[in-house]
């Protein structure tokens, strides 16, 4: 078991699953709201197109690629890939701290630098690794949803922003074109993180997880569907 992406969730609902559908439906009602207090035009999520879905590497390969943007992003050559320990990653804690402005103690005691971040990969990283959405509009911050409204997650991203994050990391990891979440040298590189003539192969958690959301991203904008986290 493990984060799973979906597109077409609710469509898959209303054929399987009517108290589901009902549930995810009130859902994007939350979140309409949510839009609407960010001043944003409203989400209709359609229930009538083809589902998508894909696995991810179990729940911590989101963090893989995850620190390797808060390396990118604060101007540091790129980290050795990444292993069990990428969600404690005391650069990606820090990026963390940047957006809550809380800076780890680590940097205060040890470097007496803060580091700096442009904070250009916030979609990617600042949401649940867990659960919620990505809608398939453009707005530039991550909405934090208040306490009052019941959304998974409690923060919704931007479809075309991640897919922009993503497509920036892919072009650092050199990832072919052709490589799609089904293909097998991709899989081979994920389960042998760390070995490999190139650098997508080298990094392959990274790779396999930044595939899987560019494929997500670009059904949703296709569809006019959202990203799910579940």
Partial sequence: MGLALSVGLLSDLKKNDAEGFATFSSYFGEVNKLLTANNLPSHVEPDGVAP??????????????????????????LPPPGNA??????????????????QPGMFKSLLRKVPRFRREFDHLIVHSDAEGFYLPLDFPDVLIANDGLQIPGGMVGSTPR????????????????????????LWDAADSQGVGDVRWQQYGVESFTCVALREACRVSMKTGAAVVFA
């Fill in 85 to 102: 320990d990428s969600s404690d990653d005391e650069r990606l804690a820090a990026y963390f701290g940047h957006v809550t402005g809380e």
């Fill in 162 to 185: 991640l897919l922009a994050e993503c497509d920036r990391l892919a072009r650092i990891l050199d990832i072919p074109a052709h490589i799609t979440k089904d293909s097998e040298e």
């Fill in 52 to 77: 998508w879905d894909a696995e991810m590497f179990g729940y911590s390969g989101l963090h893989y690629l995850r620190r390797l943007a808060a390396y990118v992003d604060s101007g540091l050559e």
